[in-house]
């Protein structure tokens, strides 16, 4: 089964209709030039509405170590995900379960990049582009070599309509969508969200099938 990842999450509402449709982890920004960016008071509101078994996740970008344990201190049990210069030991520095996002363009060894990062819990493939975040864009998927061992988190530019295709053609661990659901940044669309997650089980029903015939 596909994990679904919703991030960007900043409203009640929202983070009650992805529970709702099936998110299996809910993805809190803590980047303070993010739309979506939320404070750690602010996310651990949030977070108090998400039932046992789905992850709250804090997304940082080359955030200072008070600022990451003030968010850590926030949401005891969140998943940290690491999307700035992060080096590997400042992710292991956190003490906490993480991923590792990789920017992916034309020249990136994910295979290197992933030997450099070995107790990542699993790695988030985004497009590159300026700044950080991967700009709502599809990255090219033929980047990522067939032999990369580690879980991978789809990312970059997903939506109800090329999630599917995705799967089919990447098969990763989870995927993870923002502005795919959203109708403005920071805003999520119900209708959008339930889309999205129907059509990963879409999805995942359809590769069960092939596989057993």
């Known amino acids: 089964m596909t994990r679904i990842k919703i991030c960007g999450l900043t409203r009640e509402a929202d983070v009650a209709v992805a529970v709702e449709a099936g998110a299996d982890a809910i993805g809190f920004v803590f980047y303070a030039k993010s739309p979506r960016a939320v404070t750690p008071e602010r996310a651990r509101a949030l977070a108090q509405l998400l039932p046992p078994f789905v992850t709250p996740v804090g997304l940082f970008v080359n955030a200072t170590d008070a600022d990451l344990a003030a968010a850590m201190d926030a949401l005891p049990n969140m998943l940290v995900q690491f999307h700035g210069d992060e080096t590997p030991a400042d992710c292991d520095r956190a003490r906490r379960p993480y991923l590792r996002a990789a920017r992916m363009a034309p020249g990136v060894d994910l295979l290197d990049f992933a030997a450099q990062f070995p107790n990542a819990q699993a790695l988030l493939l985004d497009a590159h582009v300026d700044g950080y ?56 669309s119900a209708d959008l969200i339930h889309e999205f997650c129907r059509a990963v089980r879409l999805a995942d029903d359809g590769a069960d099938a092939a596989l057993s015939q």
């Open 133 to 188: 975040g991967g700009g709502g864009k599809v990255f090219d998927w033929s980047l990522i070599p067939p032999s990369v061992s580690s879980r991978l988190v789809l990312s970059g530019g997903l939506n109800a309509a090329n999630v599917a295709d995705g799967i089919a053609k990447v098969r990763p661990w989870a995927v993870d969508v923002s502005s795919g659901v959203e109708v403005s940044k920071g805003i999520k």
